[in-house]
């Protein structure tokens, strides 16, 4: 009976909940502005020293593609930064002495400003990247571009070559068949099918524009070259463009980035940039055949 009488006190006097609270720890706020830092330093480290550099880019695009990150990692890491030690202070400055919390209705003027502001920035980087990004997708491929096929499938990669022709032969699903060499489903009637070169990995000229349609067989894959910053989803029922020039010779892997079945992991290729006679040389034994 004590007890209730005693709790009850404490509850109606407001003087005595006030200097109760004011007994209160002022560390779990400098703990938590500490943590706070410590995450801001140890992320801007972790970006500054470069500790997982990105290959170096083997094409133009690729080289604007970084450059766009990079803006965009600066401007958000400001950002970051900024948030992150204001809300350090604002812990601390504004913690819980005991004393009454003051009701703010806020602020029209400041809630414009900040929010225009970000409109701004992200307009902004969108409109900016709108060239590295489109270049690839929705402008023509340089004149004299070089048609490539790459036809996706679990889990495997196909990029046809249209041969001396220089027209790809027919493709009709019903004709596709792997164990007898006709993976594509090129149609055996169509002459201008007959030259049709495929092959296993992609292997381009250097410095030469290259177109490449993208297909899928089945289900949804991706065509994604690092040193490209290339990356695009195949979709079946679509042929989808891009185009690019690699301008160092090398090898480059070719991985699928969507989920596409259990073989998903396995699912990868090689791009090799080789120089022009080597292509050519490449061209030519495969048009003579095995
Ligand atoms: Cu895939």
């Not at 690729?62 to 401007?75: G, M, P």
């Amino acid at each position: 009976m004590l007890f209730t009488t005693n709790l009850t006190d404490r509850i109606r006097s407001p003087q005595l909940r006030i200097s109760e609270r004011a007994r209160g720890s002022g560390s779990p706020s400098l703990l938590l502005a500490i943590l706070l830092i410590l995450v801001v330093g140890t992320t801007i480290f972790v970006f500054a020293a470069r500790l997982y550099p990105a290959p170096a880019p083997i094409s133009r695009d690729a080289v604007l593609v970084d450059r766009q990150y990079n803006l965009t990692l600066y401007i958000a890491g400001v950002a970051f930064l900024l948030a992150q030690l204001g809300l350090a202070y604002t812990v601390v400055r504004f913690r819980d002495r005991g004393q009454k919390a003051r009701f703010l209705r806020g602020n029209a003027g400041l809630e414009i400003l900040w929010t225009s502001l970000t409109l701004f920035v992200f307009v902004g980087l969108g409109v900016l990247g709108r060239k590295a990004w489109a270049d690839v997708r929705f402008t023509a491929p340089a004149a004299g571009a070089i048609q490539i096929e790459g036809t996706t499938s679990q889990f495997v990669y196909a990029f046809r070559y249209p041969g001396k022709d220089g027209k790809f032969g027919r493709i009709d699903p019903s004709f596709v068949s792997a164990p007898t060499g006709n993976p594509l489903g090129i149609d055996p009637k169509d002459p201008t099918g007959g030259d049709d070169i495929v092959a296993s990995e992609l292997i381009v000229p250097v410095n030469r524009p290259i177109e490449l349609l993208l297909r899928s067989q089945d289900v949804v894959h991706n065509f994604f070259v690092r040193e490209l910053r290339l990356q695009q989803d195949a979709m079946p029922g679509m042929i989808i463009p891009v185009h690019f020039t690699a301008d160092h010779i090398g090898q480059y892997e070719i991985v699928c980035t969507q989920l596409c079945g259990l073989g998903h992991s396995n699912m990868h290729s090689l791009l090799r940039v080789v120089s022009q006679s080597e292509f050519e040389m490449f061209l030519n034994r495969q048009a003579i055949g095995p």
